[in-house]
């Protein structure tokens, strides 16, 4: 009998060995949580379109009005305040054709406007319906907000993605071993188990994991590790993903 062919803790450390790589399937929690993360990823990617696009229409429609636009006076018909300024719609008249627009001005550019006030736009002569006012903000700090928002929860979906595959891997294709505990910790209502264990080449690695229970010193356990990386570790059965017999 080989020194890997006995079982630890019920299992069976040369049949754990003997397909690599091993059939594993995704732990229900885990699938649940992939399966959120890559949604989350699709949202962001169609957030960032429909920023960009917005971005492109909004240069595009500075750029038309100043180069090309006349100037003319509105008449407010309605304000309302928010975080950034004073969102207005405003009338205007060309060639004796009434118009309409809305847009949302800087507090210091707008002042206090009232309906019936006048303010100055620009407008596009072949389509007055192209129209803003003259001192409109076109940046704000706060349109960074979507940006940073799409931009944290794109970034932490394709972190858990990535975890999720790299745990994957190791269940895969890692190699289990016996593994002896050297320390346990309690942990927000659990336990941090401390182990070591030796290489197929004879190198001592140590590593940790959670754990449900508290395991006493001496104790062993199975663990599995990656050949072309030792230094990711883990516990076996790894419990997001449990082997296919």
Not at 137 to 144: A, C, E, K, V
């Amino acid at each position: 009998m080989s020194r890997n062919d006995y079982s630890l803790d019920g299992i069976n450390i040369s049949q754990a060995n003997a397909k690599l790589p091993r059939r594993v399937r995704f732990g229900a929690t885990t699938a649940r949580l992939l399966s959120g993360a890559i949604l989350v990823c699709l949202i962001g990617v169609a957030g960032y379109t429909w920023m960009f696009y917005n971005t492109l229409k909004t240069i595009g429609t500075r750029d038309n009005l100043r180069s090309e636009g006349s100037i003319s006076d509105a008449v407010v018909t309605a304000s309302k305040m928010n975080h950034s300024g004073v969102y207005v719609r405003y009338e205007f008249v060309v060639d004796g054709v009434s118009y309409s627009g809305q847009a949302e001005m800087k507090t210091t550019a707008a002042g206090f406007l009232r309906r019936g006030s006048t303010i100055r736009i620009l407008y596009l002569p072949k389509n007055p319906d192209v129209n803003l006012p003259s001192s409109w903000g076109w940046f704000s700090i706060w349109d960074l907000i979507p940006f940073l928002f799409v931009s944290f929860t794109t970034v932490v979906s394709i972190y858990l993605v990535i975890v999720a595959l790299r745990e994957r891997h190791l269940a895969r294709k890692g190699v289990v071993v016996e593994g002896r505990v050297i320390g346990c910790a309690s942990n927000q209502g659990a336990f941090t188990v401390y182990y070591e264990f030796t290489t197929e080449d004879n190198a001592l690695i140590d590593g940790s994991d959670d754990s449900s229970d508290e395991l006493e010193s001496g104790a062993t356990i199975p663990i599995i590790y990656l050949r072309s990386n030792p230094g990711r570790n883990g516990r076996y059965p790894i419990a997001d993903f449990p082997p296919v017999d």
